[in-house]
């Protein structure tokens, strides 16, 4: 079915990445789902359990955080590699609720024992930091807070790049050296928690090294070095399917800093987030909604703070998967697109919620930016304050009313839906590969 993803050599195995072009929930897991049946090996790089993935199959409805999302394949290989942040407890969790629901997670599922631990306290300090900035308790009311998913991502990835005060998943197997080391850590995070106005009992090393260890005892099976196992899964050639968390414009490098996640989630995170050379992967799927939408604070060009935006919001279901705060809704925009096809490498676009977009008289996609002085310009700019500033300038197409979430061939799908699709491989210079009409797996059009 799939032959999105192609190889210059028929006979060798075929490796892919699927990314988010905007600011999450394009509808990655969808595609991860669907492109796992032409894959060995499904691969996190990236991010924890900020990430909701949803995917739908018949009447059922599963929403992952960590574990990836082939894990509905018995037969494929699940992989937490070392760029992502764990939260243990959210993983057995997830673990739990699969098994409960007839999902086995055994020895499909590997997680690197590099990957960095998610601790209670980089959650609170998380929590308390974002109330903290929205409280607005500082000088001039200025709001620094991120709206973050308050999932500990930051802070546990601060702990990475700090090192001294980092747990990592291998950690979790020593008792007695988890216990050292969170006798000085709880100490220190127990005075970092009180300064920012943290009303608690001082966190208690045994009880975390107690429960932290029971963990790490259930999760023992699956913890490995996750990089040799891939580099065995290329020399037998398996072929691997990388799943990105968050998306490009969230990137900690290239996305809308500060209003970012704390990872490289484009496709260069992929390299350092798994060990894996990025020369291996021939096949980029960027996913792309049909239009925007972003949760928390930032900026969003061409954001509809009006009943357009009510309209997709309601038509889309555009609450978040992982903290169901509403998105915020707009029209595409491709300036931003293009950037991030450009960042990744993208080979091929899925355009996700095309049905969403049935109904509207007409539709705007934004090709172009106006600065404050004027100038006019197709190139992004990756950087908060600069982005607030600019004017969108849209390009106006007709729109469609018929409903088209059972439609299977692009073909048949209604001319002004095609002219859409049309302009967006124009602009962004990629072929759409995928179109998606709804969210169950059956609800996709892929092109051959
Ligand atoms: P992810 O984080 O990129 O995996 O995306 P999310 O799962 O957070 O959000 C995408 C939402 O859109 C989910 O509720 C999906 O079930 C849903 N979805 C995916 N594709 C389509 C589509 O083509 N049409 C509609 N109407 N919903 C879709
Ligand atoms: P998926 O994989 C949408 C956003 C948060 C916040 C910012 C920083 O489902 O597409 P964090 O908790 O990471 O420190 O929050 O990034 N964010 C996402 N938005 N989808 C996601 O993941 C996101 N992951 C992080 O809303 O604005
Ligand atoms: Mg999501």
């Given at each position: 079915m799939i032959d999105v993803i192609s190889s210059p050599d028929k006979n060798s195995s075929r490796h892919t990445a699927v990314v988010g072009l905007q600011w999450g929930d394009e509808g990655k897991g969808k595609i991860v789902d669907l492109l796992t049946s032409k894959h060995d090996?499904?691969?996190?790089?990236?991010?924890?359990?900020?990430?909701?993935?949803?995917?739908?199959?018949?009447d059922e409805k599963y929403a992952l955080h960590l574990i990836p999302a082939g894990i509905l394949y018995p037969d494929k290989c699940c992989v937490i590699a070392n760029g992502v942040v764990v939260d243990p407890q959210k993983l057995v969790e997830e673990m739990d609720a699969l098994?409960?629901?007839?999902?086995?997670?055994?020895?499909?599922?590997?997680?690197?024992?590099?990957?960095?631990?998610?601790?209670?306290?980089?959650?609170?300090?998380?929590?308390?930091l974002e109330d903290v900035l929205a409280s607005k308790a500082f000088e001039d009311d200025v709001d620094l807070s991120l709206g973050t998913t308050k999932r500990g991502i930051g802070p546990a990835y601060a702990d990475k790049v700090h090192r001294s005060t980092a747990i990592r998943m291998g950690d979790l197997l020593d008792e007695a050296n988890l216990h050292r080391r969170l006798r000085v850590i709880c100490s220190?995070?127990?005075?970092?928690?009180?300064?920012?106005?943290?009303?608690?009992?001082?966190?208690?090393?045994?009880?975390?090294?107690?429960?932290?260890?029971?963990?790490?005892?259930?999760?023992k099976p699956h913890i490995t070095d996750t990089t040799y196992l891939l580099h065995d899964c290329l020399?037998?050639?398996?072929?691997?399917?990388?799943?990105?968390?968050?998306?490009?414009?969230?990137?900690?490098?290239?996305?809308?800093?500060?209003?970012?996640?704390?990872?490289?989630?484009?496709?260069?995170?992929?390299?350092?987030?798994?060990?894996?050379?990025?020369?291996?992967?021939?096949?980029?799927?960027?996913?792309m909604k049909a239009y925007t939408t972003r949760v928390g604070e930032g900026p969003i060009p061409t954001e509809q703070v009006n009943e357009i935006g009510e309209r997709i919001r309601e038509r889309g279901h555009e609450y978040?998967?992982?903290?169901?705060?509403?998105?915020?809704?707009?029209?595409?925009?491709?300036?931003?697109?293009?950037?991030?096809a450009m960042i990744c490498g993208v080979t091929s676009i899925a355009c996700m919620l095309l049905d969403v977009l049935s109904g509207f008289d007409e539709l705007k996609v934004c090709t172009h930016y106006k600065l404050t002085d004027g100038t006019i310009t197709d190139r992004f700019i990756p950087d908060a304050r600069r982005l607030e500033g600019v004017q969108p300038i849209y390009e106006t197409m007709p729109g469609w009313s018929e409903e088209i979430d059972e439609t299977t061939d692009r073909a048949a799908l209604p001319e002004n839906a095609r002219g859409y699709l049309d302009r967006i491989e124009q602009i962004v210079g990629v072929p759409i590969g995928i179109i998606s009409v709804g969210p169950e797996r059956t609800q996709t059009v892929v092109e051959v």
């Open positions: 090996v499904i691969v996190r790089y990236n991010g924890g359990a900020n990430a909701g993935h949803t995917l739908v199959v018949g098994h409960a629901r007839g999902i086995e997670v055994g020895d499909n599922l590997c997680i690197s024992d590099r990957a960095h631990v998610v601790m209670p306290y980089h959650k609170e300090h998380d929590a308390a220190l995070r127990t005075a970092e928690l009180a300064a920012l106005g943290v009303q608690a009992p001082p966190l208690d090393p045994d009880e975390l090294t107690q429960r932290y260890s029971a963990l790490g005892r259930r999760l020399k037998d050639g398996r072929s691997l399917l990388f799943e990105g968390a968050n998306a490009c414009l969230l990137d900690i490098d290239h996305g809308t800093y500060p209003y970012v996640t704390s990872s490289n989630c484009s496709v260069l995170g992929i390299p350092a987030g798994t060990g894996i050379p990025g020369r291996h992967i021939q096949n980029v799927i960027g996913i978040g998967t992982t903290t169901n705060r509403p998105r915020r809704c707009g029209w595409l925009d491709l300036v931003a697109v293009r950037y991030s």
